[in-house]
């Protein structure tokens, strides 16, 4: 998921460079949602392995 983000972030820095303003916006805006879930996810599964005792590593 965060390398999805990565990769919208990267299109959007491109699109934006050669003046394609739309296309700039919304990879932008799907990066930050694309990074927004995988925060989301990664702080349940911290809190999944630790409710349930196994270590994080």
């Known amino acids: 998921m965060l390398r999805l983000a990565l ?3 990267v299109i959007a820095f491109l699109a934006a460079m050669f ?3 739309l296309i700039a916006d919304m990879s932008f805006d799907f990066a930050k949602i694309a990074f927004f879930v995988f925060l989301v996810l990664a ?4 809190l999944s392995n630790a ?6 590593a």
Do not use: H
């Not at 702080?43 to 911290?46: A, E, G, K, Y």
């Open 51 to 56: 409710l349930q005792g196994r270590s994080v």
């Open 19 to 21: 003046g394609f303003g």
């Open 43 to 46: 702080v349940i599964s911290l």
């Open 7 to 9: 990769a919208f972030v």
